[in-house]
């Protein structure tokens, strides 16, 4: 393993992140308080509670979520497009390292990058509700692991995308439909029956699910079908991953 | 002396069903400069992409220092420095930061003794802190053969290093290549320039329509096929060629006012002095006198035709 290369593109993509702070960390921190605002205070006025929750406190799992899963499409996604971009990425294919070594260092980046933005969503969080977290642990590994599944997402996206359009495209026609009908701001049970079963088909609902269970011992759904689902994605984002590195298909001609 | 680069009939076909490289081979000596000439489209890139793992070969084999680039592509490539064509940087890194990147890349250590004694031999180190995208197109240049420098390469890829750039600076990187030589790092460049190949290689290897046509020593190159041409102006025109000269093979000018001999420069006797001898003997006047050797370009564009 080639790992200073890890390290160096761990550290390149990092100082980026740092380089446009008001971008990367406070524009997330500002549109989560928005969130709070509006959803918060002028929705949490009228419903009160959810599953015994206070519906400040209810949000917190999935506004992190949302912001994580974007953040960590966006992130990896564009840090591999942009070498591609502006062509500097022939130093990486002529440079002695593996494929798993380039995904390592752009995933790991950008995975660090949203889990840091999580956990700063959280800590905002706290100024505004009462925010205990019963399975912290846990809490902390579905974090982590939907980071790290999400940049992997984004980093098919990046090498898929042949210019900026493709590049937002799927984040906003797919995933941005998905978080938002996932169950960030309701629970499920509050759906009619029909859209009950329809929304079991979005996968986004199984993170939301699990990651609201960790904080409040209670879900939409089972807590081990929150763990299969983000399991399935991971592996099916892996194998992807595998066969770009078999066929070099979009990176090496 | 042992080839640090080994091309075996290698050839390459992209998706589009394009044939860029139809069976290349090539040694390249260590410590040697070589300069890969021809057109546009000739397959230089693809030869050198190839070589440094950014395209796949789809067939033949390549060693670098006797290892695979496909197999042993990590110990081939530690050896490798590139320069590509186009100049692709990032615009908001620095100078410094961008060298220190590619040495971590290819893994190698920090030293930043050598980063700075890289720096100040291309001039840099004055803009060690700047922005890659405040410099000048020379500068930015100079900093992409920087990090193909910054991991200690002894093999390098200068792919069309002086296309779109002025007098002046083309003079300094060939001065930088002169001193790189002298560190005993063997140099591969590309060039349609061949005033660039006439310059600074030790020898030619000329590639068109992705088959290597020759590669020979320059100077002998020069010498075998660059005949020279004595052309005599006449004070008087004349009608035709005298007999008594006819061993000559003199070729008249349109006009009766010039008659040009070749000869061989490297021959023992390249028969000048008897020729003037002998037309002095035919009773004509010799008004002026012009040598001309063909160049690198004349063999160039005779072989690139010749082929057509």
């Known amino acids: 393993m080639n790992w200073r290369a890890i390290l160096t593109i761990y550290r390149a993509e990092m100082a980026r992140a740092f380089r446009t702070i008001l971008q990367s960390l406070i524009a997330p921190i500002i549109s989560t308080s928005l969130y709070f605002v509006v959803f918060g205070t002028a929705i949490g006025s009228r419903i009160q509670e959810v599953e015994g929750v206070a519906y400040g406190a209810f ?22 497009y942009f070498p591609k971009f502006i062509g500097t990425i022939y130093e990486v294919l002529s440079a002695p390292v593996s494929f798993l070594e380039v995904v390592t260092g752009y995933v790991g980046a950008a995975a660090s990058k949203s889990l840091l933005i999580g956990l700063v969503i959280y800590l905002t969080a706290n100024v505004f509700v009462d925010l205990p977290v019963q399975h912290p642990l846990a809490a902390l590994g579905f974090l982590i692991l939907t980071c790290v599944s999400f940049s992997l997402f984004g980093f098919i996206i990046g090498i898929w995308a042949k210019n900026f359009e493709q590049l937002q495209l799927v984040p906003l026609l797919v995933v941005n439909p998905l978080v938002f009908l996932g169950g960030a701001f309701y629970s499920i049970t509050m759906l009619p029956p029909v859209w009950q079963r329809i929304t079991l088909f979005n996968p986004v609902v199984y993170l939301i699910s699990g990651f609201r269970w960790a904080f409040f011992g209670t879900a939409d759904v089972g807590v081990g079908w929150s763990l299969a689902a983000i399991g399935a994605f991971t592996g099916a984002c892996l194998a992807v991953i595998w066969l770009i590195f078999r066929t070099g298909w979009r990176i090496r001609t | 002396m042992a080839a640090i680069v080994s091309v075996e009939t290698l050839g390459k076909t992209y998706d589009s069903g394009f044939e860029a490289l139809k069976g290349v081979s090539l040694a390249i000596e260590e410590g040697e400069i070589l300069a890969l000439l021809g057109p546009n489209g000739a397959g230089k890139t693809t030869l050198i992409s190839t070589i440094c793992g950014i395209t796949r070969p789809t067939s033949g084999r390549i060693t670098v220092g006797g290892h695979d680039v496909i197999s042993d592509y990590r110990a081939s490539r530690m050896l490798i420095g590139l320069v590509p064509q186009e100049i692709t940087l990032e615009p908001f890194a620095k100078v410094l930061a961008t060298v220190r990147f590619t040495r971590g890349l290819f893994g190698r250590p920090p030293d930043e003794a050598y980063l700075e004694r890289l720096l100040r031999q291309l001039s840099l180190w004055d803009k060690r802190d700047a922005a890659t995208r405040e410099l000048s197109g020379g500068m930015k240049r100079r900093v992409l053969i920087a990090k193909a420098l910054s991991h200690q390469p002894r093999v390098l890829f200068l792919d069309e290093p002086t296309a779109g750039v002025d007098v002046d600076l083309r003079k300094s990187m060939w001065q930088i290549v002169e001193e790189l030589r002298a560190d005993g790092v063997t140099i591969i460049l590309t060039t349609h320039y061949i005033e660039e190949a006439e310059a600074i290689a030790d020898r030619v290897a000329v590639i068109n329509d992705g088959r290597i046509l020759l590669v020979e020593d320059k100077a002998r190159l020069m010498h075998q096929m660059g005949r020279k041409e004595l052309t005599v102006e006449l004070q008087a025109p004349i009608e035709r060629v005298p007999e008594a000269l006819g061993r000559y093979h003199l070729a008249l000018g349109e006009d009766g006012r010039s008659l040009t001999y070749g000869y061989d420069r490297a021959a023992e006797r390249t028969g000048i ?20 050797q063909s160049s690198l370009e004349d063999i160039f564009v005779g072989l690139v035709r010749e082929e057509a």
């Open chain 1, 59 to 80: 949000i917190v799992p999935g506004l992190i979520m949302l912001t994580v899963l974007m953040q960590s499409i966006s992130n990896a996604s564009f840090g591999i």
């Open chain 2, 273 to 292: 002095v008897s020729l003037l001898k002998d037309l002095s003997a035919a009773g004509l006047v010799i008004r002026d006198l012009q040598t001309r």
